[in-house]
């Protein structure tokens, strides 16, 4: 798991505790075989920060897989790599993922080329198997 | 003052209050001269609330004073309404609002029409200047 700064977090509200292992800034899109942005409230501060949002726009220009759920297309919004895609996302993002050129749409996951994007913490199967079929291509 | 719920709201960050007189379901553009969307962490809950989402929306349209500072112009994005306009906002939302069409000058007021826009807290004199001066054409 890569962030803003290494150190153990705690999700705001549950118990679940994640390990930023490494900082992006010590990173490189080479270093992974794709990118997985969870949501939540994360992607607002995430989006904020320069060096994350570098690394997401050259880790998506890889062409490798790059997968954002619920908040997390909000920055690939902030990276300039909607363009014209097709996807999808938390439905109150759905203006601001459109604004930015992409066609939004109601479903549990879409996949367009290396884009995998899906709604809600419900479609976790649906996301996590278009992610794993695209690495196993 | 309208908001999503009427109110007397605590800021954040300080001992300001504010009171929400009514809510964006209870009032129609006619109903004022000009807008004007504050910053802070507000932005990302008025942007995914679907009434005020709207009213900002029908409102622009009237070719009224529409104004928004810091994170503010984050709910113009949201509304469709950034299009084609030169405008400015707090740094770190510049990726959102080019990725929206939007062209970001970093100065501290840009008037585009109706559109008025600033960045940061310190930008309000020339922000609220800027706002009159449409006000009174």
Known sequence: VIGILPGVYKAYNSDVTV???????EV??????ALVIPGGRSPANLREDKAVVEFVKKFFET??????????????????V???????????????????GGTFKDVEVLVDG????????????????????????
């Open 28 to 33: 490189s899109p080479g270093d992974f075989h």
């Open 63 to 80: 062409g490798k897989p790059t997968a954002a759920i619920c908040h997390g297309p909000q920055v690939l919004v902030t990276a300039g």
């Open 82 to 100: 909607i363009g014209k895609r097709t996807l999808t996302g938390f439905p109150e993002i759905e203006g601001e993922l459109t604004a930015a």
């Open 114 to 137: 290396n884009l995998v994007t899906s709604r809600i913490p419900g479609d976790l199967p649906a996301f996590s198997r278009a992610v794993e079929k695209l690495l196993l291509r």
């Open 19 to 25: 390990h930023v292992q490494k900082s992006v800034t």
